[in-house]
């Protein structure tokens, strides 16, 4: 009767052999590692869809308050010198020349100006818009005043700005009329574009 032989493996191979046998019985497919990447792809979208909504929202939070500083401002001012700023001497050329912008007018931390007349009595810098993006009157890329014409230079004004997430409720309340009766809205109540202001000192 004759023996059986047995060849011995050495180490390197025993060890290929347990690896292989352990990545085909236990390991993962190739189908549910594509469903993990996918998943994981997924829920990164939604992250990163979240955050900028957020983003949003909080710029927008800041441009609300920012318009709410400059309009106290500008009140204060009127109540001291009797007018408000008149446009057209800031160096803008978005969307004219008769408007002040907070991009091109900035000079020396402020942008709503006659020249060098500018509200430093009751701000110590005029807030500009949070993303800055490029001029675009009026979609985007600034804060926009103008207080020149329409039967009163100086005696009435508007502020123009946008949302970047609309809708907003305060798109319900804007618009300015001018001394003479124009009206100003450069909105259609659903685009996040505001207009508001004042006219012959009140806000």
């Given at each position: ?21 352990y ?5 993962f497919?190739?189908?549910?590692l ?24 909080a710029r927008?939070?800041t441009?609300l308050a ?5 309009r ?8 001291e ?7 057209g ?5 978005v969307p ?5 912008n907070?991009?091109?007018?900035f ?11 500018n ?7 005029d807030?500009?818009?949070p993303?800055?993006?490029?001029l675009s ?6 804060y ?20 970047e ?20 809205h450069?909105?259609?109540g659903?685009n996040g574009?505001i ?8 806000q």
């Amino acid at each position: 009767m004759q023996k059986q032989k047995f060849t011995l493996l050495n180490p390197a191979k025993r060890e290929f052999r347990r690896k292989r046998n352990y990545l085909t019985g236990q390991g993962f497919t190739l189908i549910e590692l594509l469903v993990v990447i996918t998943i994981i792809g997924l829920l990164a979208t939604i992250v990163l869809v979240s955050l900028n909504s957020a983003q949003k929202k909080a710029r927008d939070a800041t441009r609300l308050a920012d318009i709410q500083q400059i309009r106290k401002a500008l009140r204060f001012y009127y109540q001291e010198h009797g007018s408000y700023p008149i446009s057209g001497s800031c160096g803008a050329s978005v969307p004219n020349g008769g408007w002040c912008n907070s991009i091109q007018s900035f000079q020396n931390g402020h942008w709503i100006r006659n020249g060098t007349t500018n509200l430093s009595e009751f701000l110590q810098r005029d807030p500009v818009d949070p993303k800055g993006s490029p001029l675009s009157f009026p979609n985007s890329g600034a804060y926009y005043y103008f207080a020149n014409g329409y039967g009163g230079s100086g005696q009435w004004y508007m502020l123009v700005f946008r949302l970047e997430n609309p809708p907003h409720l305060i798109e319900k309340q804007d618009g300015v009329t001018a001394p003479n009766g124009h009206y100003f809205h450069y909105g259609n109540g659903t685009n996040g574009i505001i207009t508001i202001g004042a006219s012959a000192g009140w806000q």
